[in-house]
T-cell receptor
Framework: KAGVTQTPRYLIKTRGQQVTLSCSPI?????VSWYQQTPGQGLQFLFE???????NKGNFPGRFSGRQFSNSRSEMNVSTLELGDSALYLC?????????????FGPGTRLTVL | GENVEQHPSTLSVQEGDSAVIKCTYS??????FPWYKQELGKRPQLIID?????GEKKDQRIAVTLNKTAKHFSLHITETQPEDSAVYFC???????????FGPGTRLSVLP
């Protein structure tokens, strides 16, 4: 099976702009989680989508939002970008059925805000 | 909410020695504890995990132990090799359908 894919791999934006990141999970996986990774803060959980519904949410401001489509692909949007939003954004997919909750990560999208 | 602490933040060992990384968690309802390895510029990869109904799990040179009473779990790597050099993250989850909380990571360097 193909692994988790994310597009684009790199993005450069300026403050105040908005950005949309995309994640395609492993075929058959219905759960997609998003994380922000920075050198100082490690892996911070943003939100998780399962069957097109947000199932869990971390402690990020409302500028961070997401959605999931019927084919389980997920997008994450960040509006009104701030310098502090510069980070590696990782998504992870999981089967999330039958008691299995192993997560498999994508390669990430590196966002730089200037 | 859940809080996961991880120690040490950096660890240097000689090739062939053992490495131990420890994590503590705060929520006694957590029951799934994975460990991820992230090499420089690459995605985190699951290397081993343990569920709360098991005290220890081994996979070749890697083992994880869990002490539910003390709410801590540890990663043990024996006979370390240079390719073990990476950042290791522990995580805790309350199980199916629940999000993961990650520790801050441990940068392991295996010196030849």
């Amino acid at each position: 099976k193909a692994g988790v894919t994310q597009t684009p791999r790199y993005l450069i934006k300026t403050r105040g702009q908005q950005v949309t990141l995309s994640c395609s999970p492993i075929s058959g996986h219905r759960s997609v989680s998003w994380y922000q990774q920075t050198p100082g803060q490690g892996l911070q959980f943003l939100f998780e989508y399962f069957s097109e519904t947000q199932r869990n949410k971390g402690n990020f401001p409302g500028r961070f939002s997401g959605r999931q489509f019927s084919n389980s692909r997920s997008e994450m949007n960040v509006s009104t970008l701030e310098l502090g939003d510069s980070a590696l954004y990782l998504c992870a997919s999981a089967l999330s059925t039958g008691g299995s909750n192993e997560q498999f990560f994508g390669p990430g999208t590196r966002l730089t805000v200037l | 909410g859940e809080n996961v602490e991880q120690h040490p933040s950096t660890l240097s060992v000689q090739e062939g020695d053992s490495a131990v990384i420890k994590c503590t968690y705060s929520d006694s309802a957590s029951n799934y504890f994975p460990w991820y390895k992230q090499e420089l510029g690459k995605r985190p990869q699951l290397i081993i995990d343990i569920r709360s109904n098991v005290g220890e799990k081994k996979d070749q040179r890697i083992a994880v132990t869990l002490n539910k009473t003390a709410k801590h779990f540890s990663l043990h790597i024996t006979e370390t090799q240079p390719e073990d050099s990476a950042v290791y993250f522990c995580a805790a989850s309350k199980g199916y359908g629940q999000n993961f909380v990650f520790g801050p990571g441990t940068r392991l360097s295996v010196l030849p």
